[in-house]
């Protein structure tokens, strides 16, 4: 912003700021005492989060009376400006700040006074904890904020990612309901079960995922405005909370309530973590499935090969023509950081000391860096690796014919031990279990097609050894 600097005021006395800036002094302070390599600031969606905050704040103070019109009507338009992102740019406080996030608090107070001074055309005709700041402390407006981005960025980015995903391996597993093919069970060969039934399982996984997080949105929609410093609500008007938070949920579409007991909402931040631990339940699930992709595409030789990947780009840097699973193993390293963020989280909730958790900021940006890799990744395996990986039918029959737990199906009718044997030598002897069994059984042939039917055991076929 250049180096031309102008001089601002808070309790502390006098700071040096750049002059295009929009923020204050205690932004400035931030960025001196926070001066930390490497570290990130807040994600999008929680400044839109705090723009819709205080922009129906403002409105509020306004119609209770303790702001006047023009101002109130100034405060709202500067957040909402905030809100749409036009001064992101004027956000720079990263996360590892005050565990309450003041700095950001005062950050947004500061830019939106800021902001709505310049359309009064009088400059500091609104000041940031006077006006802007109304009724409200960092200790209630940073928990709401984290509730509501959290909110929005579930219903936006999650959920909508994730039901791409579950439709396309619904759509994927019916196309394939009457593909039999080996399963597995400890990467060994199993019994056999269709294509579909492989792929319905992982739809399933997603779409309980979902269902796990969805649980969370009713307490996720509590907000705790209205609570100020310690959950008492001094300074603010009685009504402030509850009016202040219907006028959101008009504003959002949300179904956003005030919390039932702001103390334990500003002390703790249970919610963020319930929802953190929903998050990493669903990235194990979506590493699994990943992980299975990769597996049944590898080869195209000496792997599985029972499906083939769409190839997105080249594979290595010396070896020419080689394709990877690039798509799953960006899933699988997303899934990977949902699970380490979900233990920073935890760990974050945790500082909940007396009144307040003071480590607000990491729960925010970790949860929400949560939310929002695992709804892209989930959009992305449906598009570019689910939807159009092709199956070799050809080789998935050929594994299936010669697979010796097939026998399973024969042992009500020739007992464990003598299907074992059979099992054994079809193995030892690269044979059809078929072929073995008509040797060392006196099962006929029609019986021998009949219980050895693999289609047949896909749908739990048993053979009754009684007359």
Not at 20 to 36: I, K, S, V
Not at 152 to 178: C, F, K, S, V
Not at 307 to 327: D, T
Request: aromatic fraction near 4%; glycine fraction near 10%.
């Amino acid at each position: 912003m250049g180096e031309e600097k102008r001089i601002e005021r808070d309790s502390l006395g006098e700071v040096e700021v750049p002059r295009e800036a929009l923020w204050g002094a205690q932004t400035q302070r931030a960025l001196l005492n926070f001066d930390l390599e490497g570290a990130c600031t807040f994600p999008r969606v929680f400044i839109r989060a705090l723009g819709l905050i205080k922009a129906a704040c403002a409105k509020v103070n306004g119609e209770l009376g303790l702001l006047d019109g023009e101002r109130a009507r100034a405060v709202s338009n500067a957040a909402e400006e905030v809100a749409r992102g036009r001064w992101d740019g004027h956000f720079p406080v990263v996360i590892y700040q005050t565990g309450s996030g003041t700095s950001t608090n005062m950050n947004a107070n500061e830019v939106i006074a800021h902001l709505a001074s310049r359309m009064l055309k009088r400059e500091g005709a609104v000041h940031p904890n006077d006006h802007v700041n109304m009724c409200q402390s960092s200790n209630d407006v940073i928990p709401s904020a984290l509730h509501l981005s959290a909110y929005i960025e579930t219903e936006e980015i999650l959920l909508p990612g994730l039901e791409r995903l579950a439709r396309a391996l619904e759509e994927r597993a019916r196309e394939h309901a009457g593909t039999v093919k080996t399963g597995r069970t400890h990467l060994m060969d199993a019994l056999p079960v269709t294509l579909g039934q492989e792929i319905g399982a992982w739809a399933h996984q997603v779409r309980q995922g979902m269902e796990r997080i969805q649980g969370t949105l009713p307490r996720l929609a509590r907000l705790t405005l209205g609570g100020t410093a310690v959950g008492t609500g001094v300074n603010a008007h009685p009504e402030f909370g509850k009016r202040t938070i219907e006028k959101l949920a008009r504003r959002t579409g949300l179904p956003l309530r005030e919390t039932e007991n702001h103390f334990a909402a500003q002390a703790a931040q249970d919610t963020a973590a319930e929802l953190s631990g929903q998050l990493r339940a669903t990235a194990t699930a979506l590493m699994k499935i990943a992980d299975d992709l990769r597996w049944l595409n590898s080869g195209p030789i000496a792997g599985l090969g029972e499906i083939g990947l769409p190839a997105v780009q080249p594979g290595s840097s010396i070896m020419p023509g080689k394709v990877n699973p690039v798509i799953c193993e960006a899933m699988m390293m997303v899934c990977a950081r949902v699970i380490g963020n979900d233990l920073t989280v935890s760990i974050g909730n945790s500082r909940g000391n007396f009144q307040l958790n003071v480590m607000l900021p990491i729960i925010a940006h970790y949860l929400l860096e949560s939310i929002t890799l695992m709804g892209g990744a989930a959009r992305v395996l449906a598009e570019r690796a689910v939807k159009g990986f092709v199956v070799d039918r050809e080789r998935i029959g050929r594994f299936l014919e010669r697979n010796p737990i097939l026998v399973t199906a024969l042992n009500p009718l020739v007992g464990y031990d003598k299907a074992a044997e059979i099992a054994k030598r079809a193995y030892a002897e690269g044979r059809p279990v078929k072929e073995v069994a008509r040797e060392m059984t006196d099962l006929s042939e029609e019986e021998l097609d009949r219980i050895l039917d693999p289609r047949h055991l896909t749908q739990g076929g048993v053979e009754d050894p009684l007359p």
